[in-house]
């Protein structure tokens, strides 16, 4: 009922607290379902290079179990764990950005096509 298409629910259940202002910590909360599935996507990506990165994400949102716990579980210190927050955020919003510019590359290719009368 809750949910689209994909199971991502329209409204995450990670940002009750920041839905009504539209973002959380600057980055806009996804409100469509191909939003969250493209964020999944960048999460997912840190798996390869950054499980690190994952492992804390996965910690503190999906377990809910806040710094400390998650800098005692993954034996670091609580600024490594904020550390790794912030290489987090970092990275996700750049495979965003590369996302995006790959497909406007694609966008504008197929235009040019178009006006070629090539498609």
């Known amino acids: 009922m809750n949910d689209s ?16 202002r539209g973002s959380y910590n600057g980055a806009s909360i996804p ?7 493209e964020t999944d996507e960048a999460v997912n990506a840190l ?9 804390t994400l ?4 999906l ?3 806040g ?3 998650t800098a005692q579980r993954m034996q670091r210190a609580e ?4 550390a790794q927050l912030e290489q987090a955020d970092h990275a996700i919003a750049a ?11 694609k966008r504008a290719v197929s235009i040019d096509k178009m006006r070629r009368g090539q498609l």
């Open 5 to 20: 298409g994909l199971g991502f629910h329209s409204r995450s259940i990670l940002a009750v607290d920041v839905w009504m």
């Open 31 to 37: 409100h469509f379902e191909d939003e969250a599935v």
């Open 47 to 55: 798996k390869l290079g950054k499980g690190h990165l994952y492992v």
């Open 58 to 61: 996965d910690c503190i949102y």
């Open 63 to 65: 377990k809910d179990l």
């Open 67 to 69: 710094v400390k716990q």
């Open 79 to 82: 600024s490594t764990i904020k």
């Open 95 to 105: 495979w965003l950005d590369a996302k995006a510019i790959e497909r406007e590359r």
